[in-house]
């Protein structure tokens, strides 16, 4: 069985990006953060402040706050200095659609 990047994009959900404040709670510790791009099923996520103490072990469950929309429990899937990848435990296509200023309404 082959393993070879073919080119072709496999994220489920498209990505919207954006610059948008944010806190993430990573058990007892929480950090101010900002959303560089967010789909229905995550986002990537800049932990501002909290230098290498963004390296944990993998997974670990996370929430992230965005003010006036809530909070979003996901997995930390991956991390990247001070970036970090937040899988969503639940889809939140209609969460999304309103951060990013789209309509929210669809045809039935």
């Known amino acids: 069985m082959e393993n070879s990047w073919t080119g072709t994009d496999r994220r489920q959900f498209e990505r919207y990006p954006l610059m948008l404040e944010a806190q993430v709670t990573i058990g007892a510790e929480s950090f101010a ?3 560089f791009d967010i789909s229905a099923g995550g986002a990537k996520v ?3 402040g ?3 103490g963004a390296e944990i072990a993998l997974p670990k469950t996370a929430v992230l706050a965005i003010p006036d929309f809530g909070g979003y429990e996901g997995d930390i ?3 990247d200095d001070e ?3 937040i899988n969503f435990h639940e889809n939140h ?3 999304v659609k309103l951060i ?3 309509s929210a309404v ?3």
Do not use: D, E, H
């Open 100 to 102: 990013t200023g789209q």
């Open 106 to 108: 669809t045809a039935a």
């Open 50 to 52: 909290a230098g290498k």
């Open 93 to 95: 296509k209609t969460m």
């Open 77 to 79: 899937v991956w991390i």
């Open 33 to 35: 953060a900002v959303i």
């Open 46 to 48: 800049q932990l501002k």
């Open 83 to 85: 970036f970090i990848g």
